[in-house]
């Protein structure tokens, strides 16, 4: 079966990619590298010693679209291209909806229109409001965003539902993850931020190889063990593998099907520096700073859905993910530019 990845340049459908094509999958790449650069793509066929197909286009280009689904037999459509930003978003917001939300509309008109009825997307545990009980499960609240990016993955699972409710052949799985970390253990693809990183393992990686000085640690006065934000890290070859699962799921089980991508276990800000620090010998300086606004204390997730339905479980440990991030950022410094 061919799959249309869309965002597969980036850094969750990169890694995907090589899921997708050890698994046999054909794979056709749609994504207009406004984060990411070809160069994933070259390694990614490199990883798996299969080629795919990439069309450097916007996902918002309906005649795009239109003409990959008519020279392709696509049978599922993994859509992961958005920004991603949330400090941006909150500077850009039309700039985040136009992009987030119109490139849903317009992948579901095309799909609709060729008789492409499976999607994959790329939620958010930023979906979930901040008044649930941990673990979060998919049955909790959502909604009460803090950011338009937040919103823009709250806005495209609705499209979707309603979109799989008018047309009852559609099937949708909304993968809601939670801290992506971690790179392909080769070393040849992982996270590569533009800019300064706002996501705490790649700026602790950014330290560790000199590109940055120290790393703030937003708030030590959380109600948490150690004082520090509390996350449900998971690293993305599992996120990948989650992927492939929602297909094979998605393929026998018509309408919404909504799974969280965790492991279940929550490390805090510290935890991850002394881990980091344990796997790799590298000293990382750290400050406290003041909390960032929006940030909640203690965020993880219930993967039991994900365990029991689509037979998927997180198979990376703590080690594993510090190690494989160090793997890729110590052998390509400055990322995929060197
Ligand atoms: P990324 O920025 O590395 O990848 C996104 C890709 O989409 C990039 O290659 C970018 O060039 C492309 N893109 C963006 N807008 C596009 C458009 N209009 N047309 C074509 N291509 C476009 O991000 P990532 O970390 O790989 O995230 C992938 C998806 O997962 C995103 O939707 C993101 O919101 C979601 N997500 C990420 C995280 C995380 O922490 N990384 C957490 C939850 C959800
Ligand atoms: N942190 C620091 N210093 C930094 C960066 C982060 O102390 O320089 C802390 C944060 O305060 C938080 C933890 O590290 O306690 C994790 O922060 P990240 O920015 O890495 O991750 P978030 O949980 O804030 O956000 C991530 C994604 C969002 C997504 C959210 C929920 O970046 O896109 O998970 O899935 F919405």
């Not at 990411?36 to 070259?42: I, N, R, T």
């Not at 705490?200 to 937003?218: F, K, T």
């Amino acid at each position: 079966m061919n799959v249309l990845v869309t965002g597969g340049a980036g850094f969750i459908g990169s890694h995907t990619c090589v899921e997708l094509l050890e698994k046999g999958y054909g794979v056709v790449v749609i994504d207009n590298l406004v984060n990411s650069c070809e160069k994933s793509l070259e390694r990614v066929q490199q990883i798996a010693g299969k080629d795919l197909v990439f069309y450097e286009n916007d996902v918002r280009d309906r005649a795009a679209l239109d003409s990959i689904f008519e020279k392709y037999d696509i049978g599922c459509v993994i859509h992961f291209a958005g920004l991603k930003a949330v400090g941006e978003s909150v500077a850009m917001p039309l700039e985040y909806y136009d992009n987030n939300l119109f490139s849903t509309v317009t992948l579901c008109e095309s799909m609709r229109e060729h008789h492409v009825n499976n999607i994959v997307f790329s939620s958010s545990a930023t979906v979930y409001s901040g008044d649930n009980e941990m673990p979060l499960r998919e049955s909790s609240h959502t909604g009460m965003c803090t950011n338009p990016y937040g919103w823009t993955k709250y806005m495209s699972e609705q499209i979707l539902r309603d979109t799989a409710k008018a047309n009852p052949d559609w099937s949708i799985a909304l993968l809601r993850y939670f801290n992506p970390i971690g790179a392909h253990p080769s070393g040849l693809i992982g996270e590569d931020p533009r800019g300064i990183p706002n996501n705490l393992m790649p700026y602790i990686s950014q330290v560790a190889v000199g590109r940055l000085d120290h790393l703030s640690v937003y708030g030590d006065d959380y109600h948490t063990p150690d004082g520090t934000g509390v996350r449900d890290y998971i690293h993305v070859c599992d996120l990948a593998a989650g992927h492939v699962a929602a297909i094979e799921y998605m393929l026998g089980h018509k309408g919404e099907n909504v799974f969280n991508l965790g492991t279940g276990t929550g490390y805090s800000v510290l935890d991850m520096v002394k881990a980091f620090e344990r796997v790799t010998g590298k000293k990382i300086p750290y400050e406290i700073a003041p909390r960032r606004p929006g940030d909640l204390a203690t965020v993880y997730s219930s993967p039991d859905k994900s365990a029991e339905l689509l037979g998927w479980k997180a198979r990376y440990n703590l080690e594993d993910m510090c190690r494989d991030t160090w793997n890729w950022q110590s052998h390509n410094p400055m990322g995929y530019a060197g």
